[in-house]
């Protein structure tokens, strides 16, 4: 994968869409100029079985078309079904090395990583990039820690030059450039663009730093 992929990694699910149907977001988003894509169907009312299958095909359609990487969160299974561009894993699910193995090498794995072991472990185990959060308070994940900042961002940077990272949780278009500066590649957001009036102006600015 490339570095500048992470520029601007849009993750959603159904539970997510407030304002607007949930692949009108992403179509707005893709045309808007994101540069990856993250499935993520969770919660109590997340789409299930044959209903949460097509969704996501759905999503993979539109990421196709306009030559956007669909990956998809922790559900491997579904990631091998569909042919995903790549999976994203937190610390809880699959230990990393199982997961490389059933994928092989050649679909994008994310790790999400909140401590410079972590970090460790998963470069050592094949993680082709982190996700680091976080750094802001978030409402959209409702198992997350505590705000980080950037100064683990920062650290991370510095022991790895080329490591792609992409910085997640409550960042949005005002606070963006400072998660760039501390070392980020991109960012990850969920409701920044999901609850955005004007999602092509959201892209625009976050792509504009
Ligand atoms: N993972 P928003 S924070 C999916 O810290 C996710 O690993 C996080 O949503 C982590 O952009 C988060 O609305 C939610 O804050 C990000």
New binding site residues.
Partial sequence: MKRSDLQLYF?MGTANAKIKQPLAILEEALQAGITMFQF?EKGTDALTDEHYEHFARQCQKRCHHYNVPFIVNDDIELALKLKADGIHI?QDDCPISLVREKIGEDIILGV?VHTADELQIAIENGADYV?I??IFA????ND??APSGTEFLQQARRHYPELPIVA????NCHNAETVLKAGADGVA????ICESHNIHQTVETFKSY
């Fill in positions: 993750i993520r937190g999400s996700g959060g976080p978030t409402t959209s994940k997350a820690k997640i949780g409550g960042i957001v969920i409701s920044a």
